[in-house]
């Protein structure tokens, strides 16, 4: 007998009709002798729908009560699966984030797990029950409720097998596994059959919704074996596997999109030791992540900074950073939120040369402008004017040959 963790995103449960569907998913592997244990994030639009609720009451709202808020979406569906197995002659029982439960850091709205306590859940799987937890949510140790940032039920599906030490975690969702590029953006996507850990990392982290970066870190620490699959259309997936020697035979693997973060620019910083730890030292301590960082210092010793953080940040950036930048003596703040983020990532990139160089030349033939730049190890990132994003992923795709079979790849 196995134990299967399976997760179910919005769409899949969006309806009362899909939440059957799913119900008869999860019988399926009971029927094939397995414990099956299902996270659930809310009904479809309901999550967006808290939250404008809470964005329509007060601009500057309390993280803690809107945990209280967005987390409630997650409590209907669980229950409502839970009557649809029973109905269909099962035993099955739900469960909220903190009656599991999901131990988090106290970071209202982007709350991490640090501990999945699981002896409930093991103790109804004994008892022949399915069960379904509801997703994105958790409690901290003062017992405020939390959640994990938005898609964070696939990473409280990870997170629960791994401490269940589930033989497979499936994420079934309205895809039927993980694409070159978005599917909705390019039709000229291609599903891959197996992606490795770090490329989906990248992709995560890049901005593929397809899976929450954390559920990816932690299947990676954890070799939970995980699949990204459709819940409405039969087929095998994407799994995420260790790397293999074919996958370094492509220069690029895959090209994600961001348009969640905006760029500030802080102007005529003066040169002197510890100016960047004041600004980056206030947005840290105010829980705001900071992403691309360029810092150029002119002949004149004055400096330029540009960096990134998320848009749902920018503002409270803004007003964090006003003491700092009086207190170090810059010119002036200037903030961008109308960028995107656009990537080409691919472990290929490791031993092949020339990325960057096709990108920049790809992007200029349709006369795109590159606002600042970053690369790893197995990436290459640009920012860019936000309205030109789909037209940058395409003229991205194409260069990189990503509609074509990895063997019919040039220079790949
Ligand atoms: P769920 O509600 O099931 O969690 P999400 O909307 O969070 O679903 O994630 C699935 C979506 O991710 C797809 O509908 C697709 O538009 C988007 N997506 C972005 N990049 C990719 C990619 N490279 N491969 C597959 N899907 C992607
Ligand atoms: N319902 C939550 C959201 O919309 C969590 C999830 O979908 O994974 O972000
Ligand atoms: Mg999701």
Known sequence: MGLIVQKFGGTSVGTV????????KAISEFKAGNQ????????????NRLVGLVEDISESYNKREYDVVVSAGEQVSIGLLAIAIESMGYKARSYLGWQVRFLTDDVSSKARILEVEAFKIKRDLDAGSIIIVAGFQGIDNEGNITTLGRGGSDTSAVALAAALKADRCDIYTDVDGVYTTDPRMVPQARKMDKISYDEMLEMAS???????TRSVELAKKYSVPLRVLSSMEEGEGTMLIGEDKTMEKVMVSAVAYNRDEAKITVQGVPDKTGVAATIFGALSDANIVVDMIIQNVSESGETDLTFTVPKGDYTQAMETLKGPINEIGARSIKGNPEIAKVSAIGVGMRSHSGVAQKMFKALASDGINIQM?????????VIIDEKYTELAVRSLHQAFELDKDVGDRVGG
């Open 206 to 212: 890049l901005g593929a919704k397809v899976l929450q």
């Open 36 to 47: 099956v244990v299902v996270a659930v994030s809310a009904m479809s639009g309901e999550t």
């Open 17 to 24: 009709e899909r939440i059957r569907n799913v119900a008869a």
């Open 373 to 381: 730049i970053s690369t790893s190890e197995i990436k290459v990132s």
